[in-house]
């Protein structure tokens, strides 16, 4: 699928071309600062979301393809979870650091975001084949599973913020929790195979 990559990336970047022709029309609502902050953020759950989904995807069903994009999508929430935070650093708040210490110390659901930002930092930077190599696949795969915690996070933000209607959110909690779910069956499915495999089978099994 020669397309793949292309139409990820196109797709990725449609949220906040839309967001710019908006403002642009003068098309937002009328606190338009706001709704570009929920929209990024959103945005940014949606991608995090979809590249948590693509590694169950393949081991249940058998696709090759989720692979070839899960790098994609984990950099494109990155994307948008920096726009969310400085759309709010820069043009909310203007680097009023007294009114920002203040909205932390009142409003915990900035602090719970910002460490989900800060969880993802290092996943980003990691992204490369390089990093697989110079970290070694095991300690690899350990660092990037500090992505479910990042959801786990932002997902607690997004519920504190919006506080009222939790409808959306407790869908994108609903997805989290399956996918989480989905991903412990499968390590006790490989455990209790690895278990119970004679001892050179048992170390094939762990190599994969």
């Not at 940014?44 to 090759?64: D, E, G, K």
């Not at 930092?121 to 490369?128: C, K």
């Not at 997004?158 to 506080?163: C, P």
Request: aromatic share 12%; charged share 15%; net charge positive.
């Amino acid at each position: 699928m020669p397309w793949l990559s292309p139409g990820i990336f196109i797709g990725g970047l449609a949220p906040v071309a839309s967001i710019a022709l908006r403002a642009v029309q003068g098309t937002l609502s009328a606190d338009p600062i706001a709704q570009i902050e929920n929209e990024l953020g959103l945005s940014a759950l949606i991608f995090l979301v979809a590249s948590l989904a693509c590694t169950p995807a393949r081991r249940l069903l058998c696709w090759t393809w989720p692979s070839r994009i899960r790098r994609e999508l984990g950099l494109f929430a990155f994307f948008y979870a920096v726009l969310h935070f400085l759309v709010y650093l820069v043009v909310d708040q203007g680097f009023n650091w007294w009114v920002i210490w203040g909205d932390i110390a009142e409003r915990p659901f900035i602090t719970v975001g910002f460490f989900a930002l800060v969880l993802m930092v290092p996943l980003a930077v990691t992204s490369t084949n390089g990093s697989v190599r110079r970290l070694g696949f095991r300690r690899w795969t350990r660092l990037h599973q500090l992505a479910y915690v990042a959801g786990v996070l932002a997902v607690i933000h997004f519920i504190w913020r919006v506080k009222a209607d939790l409808s959306q959110p407790l869908v994108y909690a609903s997805l989290l929790g399956g996918l989480l779910a989905i991903r412990i069956g499968i390590w006790y499915w490989q455990r209790s195979v690895s278990q119970s495999a004679p001892p050179k089978a048992r170390r094939s099994t762990v190599s994969r």
